[in-house]
């Protein structure tokens, strides 16, 4: 098992989805604490899409091209956040600023509705 950190970019892997659901590889930012990461063997993830089209806001949070090893300008997904098996994970990308992470915490409390 492959040693995960929050804040972390990983592709991960989430197929089968159904419906609106990420259908293929995709970065994913890693919001569970380091704890939790340790000890579930689940991580709970958000995941990163192109930016095209989604305006930054309260749940989609931009990420500027080489950010967390991303390869162009991207939007962090809070709205879907999602507990991954560890074997899903590919590769790491990089790491993401504690400024953007404290924005996708505050977009995923929104989501959560925890204030």
Do not use: W
Not at 20 to 31: D, F, G, L, S, T
Not at 71 to 96: P, W, Y
């Amino acid at each position: 098992m492959i040693s995960v950190r929050r804040g972390e970019v990983y592709d991960v892997m989430p197929a089968p989805s159904v419906g609106k659901e990420i259908q293929k590889k995709r970065p994913c930012a890693v919001v569970s604490s380091n704890t939790v990461n340790e000890h579930a063997g689940l991580v709970v993830v958000c995941p990163i899409t192109e930016g095209l089209g989604l305006p930054a806001d309260l749940i989609h949070i931009a990420v500027g091209r080489g950010e967390g090893g991303t390869t162009k300008d991207s939007i962090v997904l809070c709205e879907q956040i999602k507990a991954v098996d560890q074997d899903r994970f590919m590769e790491k990308r990089g790491n993401l600023k504690a400024e953007t992470m404290q924005k996708i915490d505050k977009g995923v409390r929104a989501v959560l509705s925890l204030h």
